[in-house]
């Protein structure tokens, strides 16, 4: 009998079970030829006597073995090394037989490549930053957010969270969002007005799916949400470009396009208008929404950050205005708690959401059920109401220092108006002081800003964003900005 004492090594200070050291032991062995095919092994009592284990650990060996094809038993006779053993041999393809490419780097097929796509990804991090508008992730909640993580994993299997769901967004989330939506900004929803998506983004790109086909004129601002755009060019969508002014998209303007030519959608941001933050005021909404029902098209609502408006009550939405159906309303958790928490919703006709839920069974089935119901918990528990309370108070602070440092550091070359809410100021530097050139010193000695190409090619603006900087931080900022000037 072979030296099995000898050949299987057994190590009990490592994590790996014996049974599996055992097992890999004996396959090594057996791919080395030590071992020859259709030899015999020592039965799993004489094999533990010799190895000094309980039998069933031999035993257990033996299964994973079988399992996995190096050995077979025959009735009567014992357990052999297979005849055929589980190694794949490497066949190798004759190198002639096409021209030599480099598969890592280039496709053997065509493709078409959109050149909108290559436009810069807004990023964030840890490091100083005045960002686009990007919340503090330091005041989130986390720890109830663990927790109540932990209880949808322990409850997951009761609840089905750990199975395939409904593509309408988990049940319990989206019974919160029906309920808050309804609390905090008016919507005469219920809950098969909701969808669950992972951001807004998402929600965006459902509806254009949906709605938006090749030609369709879809209506937008001269400044607007460069991501949105892309997605309805990537529709085929005609885009017409309206005039921003100090309130918001121009209605009048869309009015005219209406006069000349059927408008499929019209884009909006009224609560903070993006990129510039103003405000869209009461008197126009009503009239998108009149000229919405006049001329039966869609007005897709962005409320990216209505909960943080700082300077009085903040005007309700459009969609809870809206008695004819024309308004499908978007949102997202990204900016109240943090981007890495991926959840927006979608509040439209429940015929849209039906349909939209559809679309979204052949794009990502459903989203992340755990994520969801925990999310739920800290509506419910009343964990996310006081985190919003608390964070909108801070911005509040870090607006009116960021603002006051503004003008004291940079008010000779930097224009703008104190934004009434959201989480950053449009600002518009002199001519004279290039933000391309500055930007790329900036960056060298570690302060990032937006590449002002994200929002505009030719003016000289930006978006500085403020929440994410607490007092400290800010300060650090502006010696920076002045140094590079």
Not at 102 to 122: C, M, Y
Not at 175 to 192: A, H
Not at 220 to 239: E, H, P, T, W
Not at 466 to 473: G, I, L, M, Q
Request: aromatic share 8%.
């Amino acid at each position: 009998m072979l030296p099995f004492a000898t050949l299987i090594h057994i190590d009990k200070g490592v994590k790996a079970p014996v049974f599996i050291q055992i097992s890999n032991s004996l396959a090594e062995q057996i791919r080395k030829g030590t071992i020859p095919i259709g030899a015999q092994l020592p039965g799993t009592r004489a094999l533990a006597e010799v190895l000094g284990v309980h039998r069933q650990t031999v035993v257990a060996a033996y299964d994973e073995l079988l399992a996995q094809g190096w050995i077979e038993t025959q009735a009567a006779k014992g357990t052999f090394v297979s005849q055929k053993l589980p190694e794949i041999k490497v066949q190798r393809l004759n190198p002639n037989s096409g021209p030599a490419t480099s598969p890592k780097e280039k496709a053997g097929f065509s493709f078409q490549v959109d050149p909108n796509l290559s436009k810069p990804i807004l990023r964030g991090s840890n490091s100083l930053a005045f960002d686009d508008g990007f919340p503090d992730v330091r005041l989130a909640p986390w720890d109830a957010l663990n927790r109540a993580y932990r209880t949808a994993l322990q409850q997951g299997y009761r609840k089905n969270l750990f199975f395939y769901g409904d593509t309408l967004g988990e049940l319990s989330l989206r019974t919160q969002m029906t309920k808050y939506l309804r609390e905090t900004r008016g919507l005469p929803i219920e809950l098969d007005n909701v969808l669950i998506t992972r951001g807004s983004t998402m929600a965006i790109y459902l509806t254009a799916q949906l709605l938006v086909q090749a030609q369709d004129v879809v209506v937008v601002g001269q400044i607007s949400y460069g991501s949105a755009n892309l997605i309805f060019k990537r529709q085929g969508a005609k885009l017409m470009q309206v005039p921003v002014d100090e309130k918001g998209i121009d209605v009048t303007a869309i009015e005219r396009l209406c006069q000349e030519q059927p408008v499929r959608l019209v884009y909006v941001t009224p609560h903070h208008h993006y990129p510039t933050t103003v405000t869209m005021p009461a008197e126009r909404r009503l009239r998108l929404l009149q000229l919405a029902q006049q001329y039966h098209f869609c007005i897709l609502e962005d409320d990216y950050d209505y909960d943080f408006h700082y300077n009085s009550n903040p005007i309700l939405p459009l969609a809870g205005a809206d008695t004819g159906g024309h308004v499908v309303y978007v949102g997202s958790l990204c900016k109240a708690f943090s981007p890495a928490l991926r959840i927006g919703y979608v509040a439209a006709p429940s015929e849209v959401i039906e349909n939209l839920a559809r679309l979204r069974r052949i794009l990502d089935r459903q989203g992340d059920n755990l994520l969801e119901a925990a999310t739920a918990t800290l509506f419910r528990d009343g964990e996310m109401k006081r985190h919003l309370k608390k964070a909108q108070k801070t911005y509040q602070q870090r607006r009116d220092l960021f603002c006051e440092m503004l003008i004291q550091e940079l008010g000779s070359i930097v224009e703008f108006e104190k934004p009434r809410g959201g989480m950053a100021v449009w600002a518009r530097f002199d001519p004279e002081f290039p933000l391309r050139k500055i930007r790329e010193k900036l960056l060298q000695k570690g302060l990032y800003i937006p590449d002002a190409s994200n929002y505009t090619p030719d003016l000289n603006v930006t978006r500085l964003g403020f929440a994410s900087a607490n007092e400290e931080e800010m300060e650090r900022g502006m010696q920076i900005f002045k140094s590079c000037l």
